[in-house]
């Protein structure tokens, strides 16, 4: 399975050698090490954790630094599960670069998108707000009664929508397509808009 890690740059748009142009976002990628091949006789399961970016040896713990041991100084470790009864085609330090996505490949795209902070249910929920007649008083973006008798025994139910904090979870966005790839500069160019703003690591996924 072909998996790849970057950071989001920006979105720019890209004219084909037909003339068409297609809105995409530019990720940041590079070689991505593999650091650790997970069995599910010694881990529990089949998995290849990879390691992406540097970051500064003095900021990072010495488990991390024995666990991967001479392959560098990571700032990301990922791993990738493999299904049941698949062997992985990879050892430790091996390599995998941007090459091994092509121009019209179809994939998947996971990343932790923008975080809004505490927000209102108008914002959060899209709820209307109330009335605006006579006798509203500051009620333009409230809830409403979240209770009753008659809905939940006088108590608030569960999953009930309210206020609270949005965004900052993680989104897949499948079915997009590898529009361009630059391997002179390891940048991956996908069709459309992805999660996450500038600097978010990115998970690009291959069928």
Do not use: C
């Amino acid at each position: 399975m072909r998996f790849i890690l970057g950071e989001k740059l920006a979105m720019t748009q890209i004219f084909t050698e037909d003339g068409v142009v297609h809105p995409v976002t530019a990720v940041q990628s590079g070689q991505m090490t593999v650091v650790q091949v997970k069995n599910k006789k010694k881990d529990g399961y089949d998995a290849i954790q990879y390691g992406f970016g540097d970051r500064n040896e003095k900021n990072i713990n010495k488990a991390q630094i024995g666990h991967a041991k001479t392959l560098g100084n990571f700032r990301y470790y990922r791993e990738e599960r493999l299904p049941d009864g698949t062997e992985a085609t990879v050892t430790t330090g091996d390599t995998v670069n941007p090459e091994v996505f092509n121009v019209g490949d179809i994939v998947e795209v996971s990343a932790i998108s923008k975080g809004k902070g505490f927000q209102g249910v108008v914002k959060r929920h899209k709820f209307e707000g109330g009335r605006r007649s006579h006798g509203q008083k500051h009620s333009e973006r409230e809830a409403g009664s979240i209770g009753g008798a008659a809905h939940g025994g006088g108590r608030v139910r569960l999953g009930k929508r309210m206020p609270g904090r949005m965004g900052y979870d993680r989104v897949t966005v499948k079915n997009l397509k590898i529009v361009a790839v630059d391997t002179d500069t390891n940048q991956i160019f996908v069709s459309g808009a992805i999660p996450g703003r500038r600097g978010t690591l990115i998970e690009i996924k291959g069928r």
